[in-house]
């Protein structure tokens, strides 16, 4: 993946240099600050929208019966993936109306230019791990100090990876789920449904 030059305009639309910008990534508080802001428009959106997302997500039951890590990843594809009536997304309420700062910026646009997406686990090492999409093939290395601490037991996470985290690698961004490889042929025939 080649990005900006780092003399050519942040392509999040600051108006900055690439190099003042976007480059110098975003810190765990610049995270919770962007969580809790999209937590709160999520809040103050038009009820029916968001109760029919809901409904479309869980099913007609809702959230009853729903499991902690089902409702930390329906807030995760609700702020980043859901598409409202108009066409947008929450993360594009949140760039329209909250003065953020760089780094809030800068990891709500990298979480925007994501999708969950199903990974298998080729190599892994304490600083390295090496993940194969599911879907496209495609190999991605990250660091492997972003992955949950149950790895190990697992060859398969649900998740999204970012190009820049907050140590400066490839890393996974928001909500994780670990499978165990038992179920890959089931999940990836669900994902390609």
């Known amino acids: 993946m080649v990005g ?9 639309g600051s108006g900055l240099k690439y190099k003042r910008c976007c480059e110098l990534g975003f810190t765990e508080a610049d995270e919770l600050a962007v969580i809790r802001a999209l937590g709160r428009v999520a809040t103050e959106g038009p009820p029916r929208e968001l109760a029919e997302l809901e409904r479309r997500y869980f099913g007609p ?8 890590e089902d409702v930390r990843c329906y807030s995760h594809w609700i702020h ?52 194969r999409d599911l879907l496209t093939g495609d190999r991605v290395t ?19 990876i970012i190009p820049r985290g907050v140590t400066g690698w490839p890393e996974l961004g928001g909500a994780r789920f670990l499978f165990p490889a038992t179920m890959r042929d089931e999940l990836l025939s669900r994902l390609q449904r």
């Open 61 to 68: 039951l809702g959230r009853y019966g729903a499991s902690r």
């Open 142 to 160: 990250v660091n492997s100090e972003s992955l949950p601490g149950e790895t190990t037991r697992s060859n398969l996470v649900l998740a999204r």
């Open 80 to 131: 980043f993936d859901a598409c409202l009536s108009d066409g947008s997304r929450l993360a594009d309420a949140v760039l329209g109306s909250y003065r953020l700062a760089r780094g809030e910026r800068t990891f709500l646009h990298m979480m925007r230019g994501t999708a969950m997406r199903l990974y298998e686990f080729l190599a892994l090492t304490p600083k390295v791990a090496t993940l």
């Open 4 to 12: 900006p030059g780092r003399n050519a305009s942040c392509s999040c």
